[in-house]
């Protein structure tokens, strides 16, 4: 494995550390387990209004060293940024939500099944034709959201139906930032995002203002939003570094972190169905990826032979 490769791979591996663990601030903050119980849209203020501190904090001391700021470019994409910004407001909201009431696992393997979110939308909205494989990958992940509902237990929790709404409000966003790539560079879309979430989630609070009584609540609240964009930026280094496709696997480490933080945190262990849930999704999403990894060798050698 190249250096750049392995170190790509160590990046992830904390990003999805860090991912799941703002999921356990949100269960921890929203489920009373800290003595007081803090609202979702609260929540959901703290990452976006600490997020962009950090994110300010970040480019304020890359641009005094004199390293190569991440903010050139032309005019933003004020609609786009708008766009993802509402869409990743709602689905935090709903996940942190989700979190507060099931197994962080649970949670965390319903918003995978964003990617056949992201898969749907981008027919409409970039023209894409998903092949057969993709098809059936996302019937899989389905399926593993449907047993994670659990409609046998007689009726299906409002949690996970709170975790499938963020998980595609989630995919919906991915079309979005996919587009933005294009044109707009990283640290200047960290920065709007969460400088416009921050405005958003602060108006959205506002019914429900109730400020935390206790230092440890302030210290996790402050925590969601830096762990929050920390993982950001260790998931856009390791995407300098190795292939995406190699990337995107990592993701689902997340869920092992969150079934860590189920046993150790809370005592709550994976019965199962949630083993098996969790699992089919996956499989699905281990599929979809081999495929991706597929097409785009076949559009390289393509490409190469033209």
């Not at 989700?98 to 962080?104: N, R």
């Not at 996970?160 to 991915?174: H, I, K, N, P, V």
Request: with cysteine; charged share 10%; proline share 6%.
């Amino acid at each position: 494995m190249r250096p750049s490769v392995l170190t790509a791979a160590v990046l992830m591996i904390f990003c999805t550390l860090l991912v799941a663990g703002t999921t356990l601030l949100a269960k921890a903050l929203g489920s009373g387990a800290m003595g007081q119980s803090v609202h979702p849209l609260m929540i959901s203020q703290a990452r976006f209004v600490f997020g962009f501190a950090a994110v300010a904090l970040v480019l304020g001391l890359r641009r005094a060293t004199g390293r190569r700021p991440w903010t050139p470019g032309g005019r933003p994409n004020w609609g786009l940024h708008a766009g993802r910004t509402a869409l990743g407001w709602m689905a935090g909201g709903m996940m942190f939500a989700a979190a507060a009431q099931m197994p962080l696992a649970d949670a965390s393997a319903l918003s995978f099944v964003s990617p056949v979110a992201t898969m749907l939308f981008a027919v409409p909205l970039l023209g894409e034709r998903p092949g057969p494989w993709r098809w059936a990958a996302a019937v899989i992940a389905l399926v593993g959201a449907m047993v994670l509902l659990r409609p046998g237990a007689g009726v299906i929790q409002p949690a996970a139906l709170l975790a499938l709404g963020a998980a595609t409000a989630m995919g919906l966003e991915a079309i979005l930032i996919k587009k933005l790539a294009v044109s707009e560079p990283p640290g200047r879309t960290m920065l709007i995002n969460n400088a416009m979430g921050a405005v958003l989630a602060s108006a959205m609070a506002l019914a429900v203002v109730a400020w935390p009584q206790t230092p440890g609540h302030w210290v996790a609240l402050v925590a969601m939003g830096v762990v929050m964009v920390t993982a950001q930026i260790l998931l856009l280094n390791a995407n300098l570094r190795a292939d995406a496709s190699f990337v995107a696997p990592f993701f689902y480490l997340a869920l092992v972190w969150a079934g860590v933080y189920d046993i150790v945190i809370f005592d709550v262990w994976p019965d199962w169905v949630s083993l098996s849930g969790a699992g089919i999704i996956v499989a699905g999403g281990l599929l979809m990826t081999w495929r991706e990894v597929l097409a785009r060798r076949r559009l390289v050698a393509a490409v190469g032979l033209a």
